[in-house]
């Protein structure tokens, strides 16, 4: 079955950077997008980024573009996300999501991992 | 960015009820419309897709209706099972953005 394992999240001071990664099975990874998306009380759910199957399309939201770096592995069925001098108001519920094409355009959720909490705080 | 407003934002409802849902976007998305449901410490599970078209595995009792700016969730005949938060998406552009959900609970 379809399964995203995301992993990396944990406590980080503001200013500093960290990567959390997630490592997906049960489908051909370089037929799909992939996409990173997070969820805090105060802002509900909020899309962050996306990268086509073969790499070569990448989009981020307004918020993150040059802070949030996101790449994948298609040799490792990886997909991950560089995080550079994140704020307390990047402290969120970070999930792992397959579009359900392997375009970013026009993108649906379908398979979402548990997710990986990382917490900006001094 | 096209805004997305849901309504209610909460509401309570019996077994056996029928419960609407409405998500309106800032500009029209035609019928890139996506419902997902949550329940509390789980992530997103899509239900309904491009308007209307329901997923593998989800039920009959819901559908969903629409297009432009207005859309619906429908479920006809609540269950326990249906409770939880509600969430629309437009896929239309990026940055893709969400409804700030409705919270579905069972009486």
């Known amino acids: 079955q379809v399964q995203l394992v995301a992993s990396g999240g944990g406590v980080v001071q503001p200013g500093k950077s960290l990567t959390i990664t997630c490592s997906v099975s049960?489908?051909?990874?370089?037929?799909?997008?992939m996409h990173w998306v997070r969820q805090s009380p105060g802002k509900g759910l909020e899309w962050l980024a996306a990268v086509s199957n073969d790499n070569l399309d990448r989009e981020s939201t307004a918020s993150v573009k040059g802070r949030f770096t996101i790449s994948r592995d298609n040799y490792r069925n990886t997909v991950s996300l560089y995080m550079d001098n994140l704020r307390g108001e990047d402290t969120a519920v970070y999930y792992c999501?397959?579009?359900?094409?392997?375009?970013?355009?026009?993108?649906?959720?379908?398979?979402w991992g548990q997710g990986t909490l990382v917490t900006v705080s001094s | 960015d096209i805004q997305m407003t849901q309504s209610p934002s909460s509401l309570s409802a019996s077994v056996g009820d029928r419960v609407t849902i409405t998500c309106r976007s800032s500009q029209s998305v035609h019928t890139f419309l996506n419902w997902y449901h949550q329940r509390p410490g789980k992530a997103p599970n899509i239900m309904i897709s491009t308007t209307s078209i329901l997923m593998t595995g989800i039920p009959s009792r819901f559908s969903g209706s629409g297009s432009g700016t207005q859309f619906t969730l429908t479920i006809s005949g609540l269950q326990p099972e249906d409770s939880g938060v509600y969430f629309c998406?437009?896929?239309?552009?990026?940055?893709?953005?969400f409804g700030q959900g409705t919270s579905v609970e069972i009486k």
């Open positions: 049960g489908f051909f990874f370089g037929s799909y997008a």
């Open positions: 998406q437009q896929s239309l552009s990026m940055p893709y953005t």
């Open positions: 999501v397959r579009s359900h094409a392997p375009f970013i355009d026009r993108s649906q959720f379908d398979f």
